[in-house]
């Protein structure tokens, strides 16, 4: 479990735009926590390594990442400048594998760099799709990293047409669903609403923290939408007596408020909200209320969506693959997002489950 900030953060690249796509999301995270975006390119032929090279240097130099022997000369450069122009240095590192064709696959080299301790990597962030006419598009790569590898780093899953960040209030929607093994993605959310809500400028402005509200579907419930009050006496219970799972739904969020409150939120100062939505399916219910953000008093939609990929009775490893299948059924083959909103993946029981 990320019990840091987010501050080394991995961008997997297959040569394409579209997987390029991810490096904005990761620079604007990076930006905020001064820390560093990681590109790495894995061939498949040791003789493409210099072309590969050549192709994460321009990228680099692209989205103006800055090496560590440029540090001294950036800094310098920053102190000659007005305040409201000196910026954060994004660090920008490169690396292209090459490994002998057939020997290992591309996400499994992938995984092995970013679950090296050396390497230090906070998150991954892959675009869902990639060059679709190589032989290992990202696409391909994402998808067995995310639904089939199961890495422990938490997964930033955007969409080449993922809406941008917003500047400072960020809104994430946290799915729970009553177990420990949902809960494992509050810390990495936390952090990374943190990161959001940090000012990317060096200038002296309002500190504006985002929020968090956790989520939980339930089938039964008088009520559409019911938002979880801090106060059990304010909430009504007697209202609810009849609505045996809405009434425990708002029991357990309003405890994780409160726990989350006194632990992580009171070192990053984040605000929270709790929320009980009703419907049928989790996934179609979680998607339209993220996107829309009405229903939960977030003009706009959310920033982004966050869940584990298992959950109670499997609820959130089934509501992972309805989110990321077009067909709703679990269709590996048929990967495509059922939403464009970015979202943060944590794989629980790699976590919380020792191998042996």
């Not at 820390?35 to 590969?52: F, R």
């Not at 994460?56 to 920053?78: G, I």
């Not at 590996?332 to 970015?342: F, G, Q, S």
Request: with cysteine; proline share 6%.
């Amino acid at each position: 479990m990320m019990l840091e900030p987010i501050k080394r953060v991995l961008v997997p690249l297959d040569g394409s735009r579209r997987a390029e796509g991810a490096i904005r999301y990761a620079k604007r995270i990076a930006s905020a926590t001064d820390g560093t975006v990681i590109l790495l390119q894995v061939v498949e032929i040791p003789t493409q390594q210099a072309d590969a090279q050549g192709y994460l240097d321009r990228v680099s130099a692209e989205y103006k990442l800055t090496e560590k022997s440029d540090e001294l000369v950036s800094s310098q450069s920053k102190a000659s400048m007005p305040s409201a122009q000196a910026t954060r240095t994004v660090f920008g590192e490169k690396y292209a594998i090459p490994i002998p064709a057939l020997v290992k696959p591309t996400e499994d080299i992938i995984i092995e760099w970013a679950e090296a301790e050396e390497n230090k990597v906070d998150l991954i962030v892959l675009c869902r799709h990639g060059n679709n006419g190589s032989e290992r598009p990202l696409g391909r790569v994402a998808q067995e990293i995310v639904l089939h590898r199961h890495p422990s780093k938490p997964i930033l899953l955007v969409h080449e047409e993922s809406p941008e960040f917003k500047r400072y209030d960020a809104h994430a929607l946290v799915a729970l669903d009553g177990s420990s093994f949902s809960e494992t993605v509050l810390p990495p959310a936390a952090y990374l609403i943190d990161a959001l809500g940090t000012p990317e400028k060096r200038e002296r402005v309002r500190q504006q923290k985002g929020t968090l509200h956790f989520v939980q579907v339930v089938k039964d419930s008088p009520e559409p939408v019911v938002k979880v009050l801090d106060n059990s006496f304010e909430q009504e219970q007697e209202k609810y007596i009849d609505w045996p799972e809405l009434d425990k739904a708002i029991n357990y969020l309003r405890d994780m408020k409160k726990t989350f409150n006194d632990e992580l939120g009171a070192v990053l100062v984040l605000q929270t909200d709790g929320y009980v939505v009703k419907g049928e399916d989790p996934a179609e219910t979680l998607v339209k209320t993220a996107e829309s953000g009405e229903s939960t008093g977030v003009g706009g939609g959310y920033d982004f969506l966050a869940l584990a990929t298992h959950g109670k009775g499997g609820l959130l490893h089934s509501l992972h693959h309805k989110i990321v299948h077009r067909d709703l059924g679990g269709n590996a083959e048929r990967v495509i997002a059922a939403t464009k909103l970015p979202i943060l993946i944590v794989q629980p029981h790699k976590l919380l489950i020792p191998e042996n």
